[in-house]
């Protein structure tokens, strides 16, 4: 147990240098481009030149844009994300208001994701070049090269307004039905990554069925269901975990386009809101609040990777000595 603290203590660490890299860039290529804060903080509303004046020193855009950053910094390592211009609220509060949404839908992504993945691959692995593997192969196929919100989009057509079977817009305010309201942007945030680790899974079991242990253990009379669930999906999982550590993080920046083709008012929400109306603080709270959950995804399966792996944690403790 000793020996994953220290692990996990260091993989954090090591996420300190990433953020401060994409703090810099992030707030520095916001601000190139040409908007004026001040017409986003009045609401393109004529204000006197006293007024004016006085809301640049309030939000310190009379510094310097360095100034600026170890300002924005420092409060934000205390916690102060600042107020928001468009919305003159906290930007904390608009965040934690928003934040079980888009959760809840990265969440149930990537349990959808599994769910589908993980079995679609073995089936394919089995029926190796039958009727049943080129179906699941060309569904597969077609789900990665098709756009997030273009799944997004026809989900919708077909699902909401056509059958009716689900809401077209919005989320509902309790946990229960929201899993109803999410399922279906869920489900088309999960269809790249569920082409993407089916096609892992089917090339990683083909290898392990031929592999000399499973050769060995079908010789001796093993059934092929435990030597398939029992052996070959242990193995088989351990690449699969890596690549759903990535892309389930990469699912936090899809989750902005599926929030808005279905009117969800996540974070995503709040990054288009802020893009158009030029509000600083939130854009650069939702990039490093987006960029901190992708890290603790990966950190997290990353710690899944050390457990289940024992090569992973041999390789660690040797290098460490």
Not at 23 to 33: C, G, K, N, Q, Y
Not at 195 to 222: P, Q
Not at 263 to 287: C, F, H, R, T
Request: hydrophobic share 55%.
């Amino acid at each position: 147990m000793a020996f994953l603290i220290r692990y996990v203590l260091k993989r954090v660490v090591s996420l300190v240098p990433i953020l401060l890299v994409v703090s810099v860039v992030a707030f520095f290529l916001i601000r190139l481009a040409p908007a004026d804060p001040i017409t986003s903080i009045t609401s393109g509303k004529r204000i006197s030149d006293e007024t004016r004046a006085a809301l640049i020193r309030q939000y310190h855009l009379d510094k310097s844009l360095p100034e600026q950053y170890l300002i924005w910094l420092g409060n934000m390592v205390r916690g102060n994300l600042g107020d928001s211009f468009k919305h003159r609220q906290p930007v904390a509060y608009l965040l934690k208001a928003r934040f079980p949404t888009t959760i809840q839908l990265v969440v149930m992504s990537a349990i959808i994701a599994i769910l589908l993945a993980i079995p679609a691959g073995v089936i394919g692995a089995i029926k190796k070049n039958t009727a049943i593997d080129r179906v699941i192969s060309t569904v597969m196929v077609f789900c990665v090269s098709s756009p997030i919100f273009l799944n997004a989009i026809v989900l919708m057509l077909i699902f909401s307004m056509r059958l009716k079977w689900f809401p077209v817009f919005g989320a509902a305010h309790t946990v229960g039905e929201n899993l109803y309201y999410l399922f279906l942007p869920a489900f088309a945030l999960s269809l790249n990554i569920v082409a993407l680790m089916g096609r892992i899974t089917r090339d990683r079991m083909i290898e392990e069925l031929k592999s000399n242990y499973a050769l060995a253990l079908a010789a001796k009379g093993t059934p092929f269901t435990r030597i398939v669930l029992g052996h070959c999906l242990k193995n088989t999982l351990i690449p699969v975990i890596t690549v759903a550590g990535i892309q389930i993080g990469g699912m936090v920046v899809g989750a902005v386009l599926v929030e808005n083709v279905f009117a969800l008012g996540g974070i995503g929400a709040l990054l288009i809101e802020a893009i158009q109306s030029s509000d600083y603080p939130m854009m650069q709270a939702v990039i490093m609040f987006t960029v901190v959950l992708f890290l603790l995804l990966n950190l997290t399966i990353d710690i899944v990777y050390f457990v289940i792996d024992p090569r992973i944690r041999a390789a660690v403790r040797n290098s460490q000595v």
